[in-house]
Nanobody, 127 residues
């Protein structure tokens, strides 16, 4: 089984930045399309960003577009999410997700498209 572990969350003031990491065990993240989702208390888990297995394609939710960058560090078998200009509404638990299903990229924004999920890392943005 693929296991994903998120890290890099924390407490930051509005306008600050964080870099989240998603590391994989069992197989390389670079071989799988990988996405970030987030969930605030009492709210549904929502799509944040996605990157294709090659890193050649990316996708961002409107809420983070222009403020966030998803990338791959293949040497470390890691997918990164750089988040800048953070807002209090970015406060949530952030999860990485991956799937090896053929054609997953076309369903990259769908929660139920992903088999593998990490435990999440808390991001708290204070005002």
């Amino acid at each position: 089984q693929v296991q994903l572990v998120e890290s890099g969350g924390g407490l930051v003031q509005a306008g600050g930045s964080l870099r989240l990491s998603c590391a994989a065990s069992g197989r390389t993240v670079s071989s799988l399309p990988t996405s970030w989702f987030r969930q605030a208390p009492g709210k549904e888990r929502e799509f944040v960003a996605a990157i294709s297995s090659s890193g050649g394609s990316t996708d961002y939710a409107d809420s983070v577009k222009g403020r966030s960058t998803i990338s791959r560090d293949n040497a470390k078998n890691t997918v990164l999410l750089q988040m800048n200009s953070l807002k209090p509404e970015d406060t949530a638990v952030y999860y990485c997700a991956a799937d090896r299903t053929i054609g997953i990229w076309s369903r990259r924004r769908r929660l139920n498209a992903y088999e593998y999920w990490g435990q999440g890392t808390q991001v708290t943005v204070s005002s």
